[in-house]
């Protein structure tokens, strides 16, 4: 098992650090700091058109995010990772909104892979993040996945603190 080292300078310095670290958990909630995570997706598709709800789990409880629109295969996709991105839009501080850039589903040698592409406007700044996951089972499920992927890399600068 590591310990400190044992020379003043040394133990001044870990305890500094160790005082930093405790520090930067303060600002963001424990159970944040784990991130969220894919509870269900939930797939509609009716006469009128189709719907996608997104359910997520983050900080002890769960959020939902729905899109609707026209039942095309890569409309399948764009609802999904909309729907993913109506949900983490409850936890971000206000002037922060999503768009949507693309989602696609990509063939790398033999394996399907779901590409998406965001930008992130914070404060009249444009940031462009992008996120894939591999697709199992299914194309939908694949593409909110990539969105989290794509979202969970800068998701703690966009945090409203407050909730």
Known sequence: MWSPPSSRLSACLWTGARYLWRRWVRVLPPKILKGFKLAKVEIVSEAEGAQVIVHLKMAGREVSGWERGTPTSRNWLVLAASATMKALSQYVIPGVSFHL????????????????????????????????????????????????DALNRRFSEFLDRDI
């Open 101 to 148: 850039q693309d989602v696609t589903i990509a063939r790398i040698k033999s394996l399907r892979v779901a590409l998406v592409s965001i930008v992130a406007s914070v404060s009249g700044q444009d940031q462009l993040l992008t996120g894939s996951c591999p697709v199992s089972l299914d194309d939908r499920e694949a593409a909110v996945k990539a969105t989290l």
